[in-house]
């Protein structure tokens, strides 16, 4: 019984999409020259890409993916913990009472 040998389907699949390196080379240098003729940005280009209704959805949404983050700001990041409200609250505390301006300082020496 012969043991080893070629196996159809044996061996690593290749990457979907991926095509031979002449042809991901042609697409980038595509991209490159559509880019600089219109003087577009990369978020330009994602932008088109997304915008446009004759590219596949899985492309469209790859691309709104990517350049979210450059359109909108996440909202986790404008949030203030305690610990920052009562750095604010100690910053403003007084102000407003006859208290306010007892820690301010006078050039004038005390004897």
């Not at 996440?74 to 910053?91: L, M, W």
């Not at 102000?95 to 301010?104: F, K, P, T, V, Y």
Request: charged fraction near 30%; aromatic fraction near 4%.
């Amino acid at each position: 019984m012969a043991r080893g040998g070629y196996r159809p389907g044996a061996g690593r699949k290749r990457k979907a999409g991926s095509g031979p390196p002449a042809v991901r080379d042609a697409a980038a240098a595509i991209v490159k020259n559509l880019m600089v003729a219109c003087n577009a940005t990369p978020l330009d280009y994602m932008l088109a890409v997304m915008r446009d209704p004759d590219i596949e959805p899985s492309r469209r949404d790859r691309m709104a993916i990517a350049a979210a983050p450059f359109c909108h700001h996440r909202v986790a990041d404008n949030r203030t913990g305690k610990k920052d409200e009562k750095e604010a609250a100690a910053k403003t505390a007084g102000q407003g009472s006859g208290w306010g301006d007892d820690l301010a300082f006078s050039n004038e020496r005390p004897n």
